[in-house]
């Protein structure tokens, strides 16, 4: 659903809302309806309410024609067949017997109006709001009919006249002696019914579109218990009036006049409550009208987009672009707008994000794309934000801000996206805020909804054109030179040299000042050469920043911007996605399966550590931040072996594992959806066991 709707629809719906309840702030509501919640039962019996609402309407429409032109119905398509109005009736019929006397034998004067109305929640306690509400007023109907059906034929009928003279019923109801009194009655009677069609209305709505979440719907449902209240008051207001219209001794506690504060008080709020659900159902059916369309239109670009072999027919529908648009594209490396053309025959990469795209993200890809460009590559990027705000002046100026950071093309108005273009790039290209990079051919067909982790493990837009084995034909071992390559160009120095390197991360500052403590003596007893790089955590940067400046002082080495850190773990997410969408397993691939321990043992919020380098080149070490720390700490236990040439990862290994046979453990993995998806299976690095899954919800804002 469109956001420009949904935010108006809300904006209208609160402004009737909030009429609604200052319409009936002035009783003690809250005591009142407390009262009336302490009648109801658990179980809420549905009724047949159009049949019975078309009895009711027959009743009233020969006196009171207006009752279905207030609530705009056309009560032909409420004619229901004989067989179910009987059904409806003589299930119900009692209970309407029983309200109608209710009304008959309590309505002794205004005073005991709520007592009234609650004996007759008393009687409906297992009926459902909307049922209270049609079973009241059907009394109220019978006793209306009686009134006007004898009224009606006293003149012409013995019978009529007789009950007429016992009811001291007067010559006629529109005389000029009850005039205003049934002019005040039958306007009353309209409001009610009208109400109460309105609450069948929306419980309606709901039913036919229970999937669908309409603001205006969900507001109005949830007053429908203080309307029903009002309703059976009303209910119970008419009542006493009709009752009035009845001959009466002195001593009788009837109100002579229609002036009473209680019948003004019933009617004002009971049309309150009338212009409220008028207005509110309104607002649902434009926004279901709106819904509706976007749906058809929705519908129409996935048949566009999906069956299409026409590029540019593919990028225009994507683009919203009509032949009487003006320049759809802003072309970032000439600071101009471009037509659509210039995508014509080129591979199109569709980056989308939100406007909190990760500067770290955006300068990598600024920097591939700037590598690449100065080749002869046929293809190019545009950029498309989609944000769940509305683009007013501020949110325009940050989109303006960031795309002249980009030297690709991006949206020339990015308010002109429309809805059914969203909805399918949330749907088809499963884009939940983060960021995605999907890839159009030359045909303007989509091959791949995501191509961002390929770009960036392999450091090249060109990779994409590569078959998956192609892509890791020479990377098939997990080893320190391709965690680091091109993050921290020293460790190829050191290792050149022979040195042994730790890289080594977490957020525990305590942790840390320890492991590198302990490291640094470890290696002057074994006699070994060892660098240690701080690589921070997955999640954390900004106690990374706090935990650099403790740590420089010791002479431990840090990556030398957030951007270096980002790249890292970025490169290891996006090895182990690319490897679950390319069907890959962790008991299949060890490289899958070492990467998805070290994102373990990260998610765990302790500290981690790999140990790698030296003349050891084909051993790698790696473990959790206690156990590592443990196993320097316990040094002597394999000091001899550890101090010997070219046997100091070994014997670590060794340690580590019979230490992992006689641990405890109790690992994490916190790791994004894969296009949609969550992983099905991952087993524990320590164990092999599948782990349990978990739903995490974050928010982390870090700037």
């Not at 006249?161 to 001291?168: I, M, N, Y």
């Not at 990556?559 to 397993?585: C, I, N, P």
């Not at 790698?620 to 700490?633: H, N, S, T």
Request: glycine share 4%; proline share 3%; aromatic share 8%.
């Amino acid at each position: 659903m469109a956001k420009a709707l949904a935010n108006v629809t809300k904006s209208i719906s609160s402004v009737v809302s909030n009429a609604f309840s200052m319409s009936i702030s002035a009783s003690n509501e809250t005591k009142l309806m407390n009262e009336v919640l302490a009648t109801r039962a658990h179980d809420s019996t549905d009724i047949q309410f159009r049949p019975i609402l078309q009895v009711i309407k027959d009743i009233f429409n020969p006196a009171l024609p207006k009752v279905d032109a207030i609530a705009n119905v056309d009560s032909s398509k409420d004619k229901t067949t004989e067989p179910n109005l009987e059904g409806a009736l003589s299930t119900h019929a009692c209970i309407i017997y029983k309200i109608s006397c209710e009304m008959s034998c309590r309505c002794a004067g205004i005073a005991h109006i709520h007592a009234t109305t609650l004996s007759i929640f008393n009687l409906l306690s297992s009926y459902s709001w909307e049922s209270i509400g049609v079973l009241s007023v059907a009394a109220l109907a019978a006793n209306f009919g009686e009134l006007w059906l004898v009224a009606q034929l006293s003149t012409t009928n013995q019978l009529a006249k007789s009950v007429s003279l016992l009811k001291q019923l007067p010559s006629g109801l529109t005389d000029q002696a009850n005039k205003v009194k049934y002019e005040v009655l039958t306007t009353l009677i309209v409001t009610i019914v009208s109400v109460v069609e309105y609450i069948i209305r929306f419980k309606e709505l709901r039913n036919q579109h229970i999937t669908l979440e309409v603001p205006a719907l969900t507001e109005a449902l949830s007053k429908v218990p203080i309307a029903i209240y009002w309703t059976v008051r009303s209910v119970v207001a008419c009542g006493i009036m009709i009752t009035s219209l009845v001959g009466s001794t002195p001593d009788q506690q009837v109100p002579s006049t229609v002036d009473a504060p209680e019948i003004s008080v019933v009617t004002n709020k009971i049309k309150d409550i009338l212009s409220y659900l008028n207005n509110s159902y309104k607002l649902c059916v434009h926004y279901i009208d709106e819904y509706k369309k976007e749906m058809q239109s929705y519908d129409k670009l996935v048949q566009i987009v999906e069956s299409s072999l026409d590029q540019i027919t593919i990028l225009s529908a994507l683009i919203n672009f009509t032949k009487d648009s003006v320049a759809p594209l802003f072309d970032g490396s000439t600071k101009k707008k471009v037509q659509i053309d210039e995508l014509k025959g080129k591979n199109t990469f569709f980056l989308v994000s939100d406007l909190d795209i990760q500067m770290e993200e955006l300068e990598i890809l600024c920097e591939i794309y700037e590598k690449e460009s100065r080749r002869d590559i046929h293809y190019e990027i545009v950029w498309f934000p989609i944000i769940d705000i509305t683009w007013d002046e501020a949110t325009l100026k940050k989109y303006e801000q960031l795309r002249l950071k980009m030297k690709w093309l991006s949206i020339e108005n990015p308010s002109s996206i429309k809805a059914p273009v969203i909805r399918y790039i949330k749907e088809k290209w499963h884009f939940a805020k983060k960021t995605i990079l999907a890839v159009l051919d030359t045909k303007g067909k989509v091959v791949e909804q995501n191509a961002l982790h390929k770009v960036q493990v392999s450091g090249s837009f060109e990779c994409f054109f590569k078959k998956d084995r192609e892509i890791w034909s020479d990377q098939k071992t997990w080893n320190l030179e391709w965690l680091v390559t091109g993050i921290f160009d020293e460790i190829t120095e050191w290792a050149k040299e022979k040195k042994y390197i730790c890289l080594y991360g977490g957020e525990d500052i305590k942790w840390v000042k320890e492991f590198v403590v302990q490291v640094k003596r470890v290696a002057a007893s074994a006699g070994i050469a060892i660098e240690l790089v701080y690589m921070g955590t997955s999640n954390a940067a900004e106690h990374a920043d706090e935990i650099i400046k403790n740590i420089q002082k010791d002479q431990t080495h840090t990556l030398r911007s957030r951007k270096s850190m980002w790249l890292f773990w970025s490169r290891l997410e996006s090895m182990l996605r690319v490897k679950v969408q390319s069907g890959k397993t962790v008991k299949e691939d060890k490289l899958m399966r070492e990467v998805l321990m070290t994102l373990t043992y990260d998610g765990s919020g302790q500290g981690w550590a790999i140990i790698g380098g030296g003349p050891e080149t084909n051993i790698l070490v790696k473990a959790k931040g206690d156990l590592i720390l443990e196993c320097f700490a316990k040094f002597e236990q394999w000091k001899e072996k550890g101090s010997q040439k070219g046997m100091f990862l070994q014997a670590i290994n060794e340690w580590l594992g019979k230490a992992h046979s006689e641990k405890k453990h109790c690992n994490k993995l916190t790791f994004p959806m894969i296009d949609g998806h969550v992983l099905d299976i991952v087993e524990c690095p320590d164990c092999g066991h599948p782990m349990e899954k978990y739903v995490t919800y974050k928010c982390c804002i870090t700037k």
